[in-house]
């Protein structure tokens, strides 16, 4: 089976063509949607999530070429790119935001954000225009994916049925579309000799700008370019963010009156947990001893705070990325 399985692979690789059938579509190509609903009204189409089942030898082949295709999309993605990519979650760009909010207000200085949502970001995707990007930045692997998408039938499955087969002419992915027409922003948001004009948390993207015209016009300019590739801002979802000194700044800080709360939260529950009430006379110690029978060794709230606080600075200072430059330089300008 798997002696075969690596003959058809190889196939496929050498010369670019996924396997077809002489009438309707193959299977190697083939993809069935399934409906899973959300929230609302669930007699309305948008109220439901879509996931396409393929065959496994399909995945294999599609594991394989996004092996070999991921060194070449990793020299080409926009640094501020998180997501999708190893080594740099979302969570990364949360600290990255965090940090530059921070540094802004040190600074009194204004920064604005907008936080944008696309409609159905991975399923509006143009494949002509994709096809030209790709050459843009010499991906030697069009050929194959092109005759992927060219070959590509999808049919719902619903009530126990599967309706008619029709061609797919859209579900791509879309981050590396919106690069140039953020990059041609000239915004003032300036770490050290670095500027930074957005950061994208996986199909999400937060422009940053340093007034209110500067962001107007980051939109402006993003909402032309998504247009142009088949893309749509979510306006219902997209939101405005303010970071300055004019309204009331809140701040959140563990001294020991927060991590004697802590401790005590976590015993309730360890407590209620083992079905041990305070009327029982058994010790806090006690109490650790029995979770550590009843689920193995564990550490306590605080504890597992700081070592992934350790875990993740140590992180950023070792790493070449984004991160480090925002932690370790200064925005560039005096006070107000």
Not at 263 to 292: F, H, P, W
Request: some cysteine; overall charge positive.
């Amino acid at each position: 089976m798997i002696s075969a399985l690596l003959t058809i692979c190889n196939k496929i690789w050498q010369t670019g063509v996924w396997l077809t059938a002489a009438v309707g579509p193959t299977p190697w190509t083939q993809s069935l949607i399934i409906t899973l609903p959300k929230k609302g009204n669930l007699q309305l189409c948008q109220n439901y999530r879509t996931i396409s089942l393929i065959s496994h030898p399909s995945k294999a082949m599609l594991k394989i070429l996004l092996n070999r295709l991921k060194p070449q999309a990793e020299k080409i993605i926009a640094e501020e790119q998180a997501g999708f990519r190893p080594g740099r979650s979302t969570t990364e760009q949360i600290f990255n935001l965090r940090i530059l909010c921070e540094k802004y207000l040190q600074h009194q200085q204004d920064l604005y954000n907008v936080f944008v949502d696309f409609k159905k970001a991975f399923d509006r995707v143009w494949h002509a225009a994709l096809w030209a990007t790709m050459r843009t930045y010499n991906i030697n692997l069009i050929r194959m994916i092109q005759n992927l998408y060219d070959k590509a039938n999808s049919a719902v499955y619903l009530n126990n049925s599967i309706g008619d087969w029709f061609r797919t002419t859209v579900r791509v992915r879309q981050e590396r579309i919106m690069t140039d027409a953020l990059n041609d922003h000239e915004g003032t948001i300036s770490i050290g000799d670095r500027k930074i004009t957005n950061l994208r948390f996986a199909d999400d993207i937060d422009g940053l700008a340093g007034r209110e015209e500067e962001l107007a016009d980051l939109v402006e300019r993003l909402n032309k370019t998504s247009t142009a590739f088949g893309m749509q801002i979510n306006a219902e979802k997209t939101k405005l963010m303010t970071n300055n000194t004019n309204g009331i700044i809140t701040d959140f800080r563990v001294n020991a009156d927060t991590q004697r709360r802590i401790q005590a939260m976590e015993m309730r529950c360890l407590r209620k947990l083992l079905g041990i009430t305070y009327r029982d006379n058994i010790s806090n110690e006690e109490v650790r001893n029995r979770t550590r029978q009843a689920i193995g060794p564990h550490e306590d709230i605080l504890t597992t705070v700081k070592r992934r606080k350790l875990k993740w600075y140590g992180h950023i200072t070792r790493s070449t990325m984004l991160a480090k430059t925002i932690l370790q330089c200064n925005v560039q300008g005096g006070r107000r």
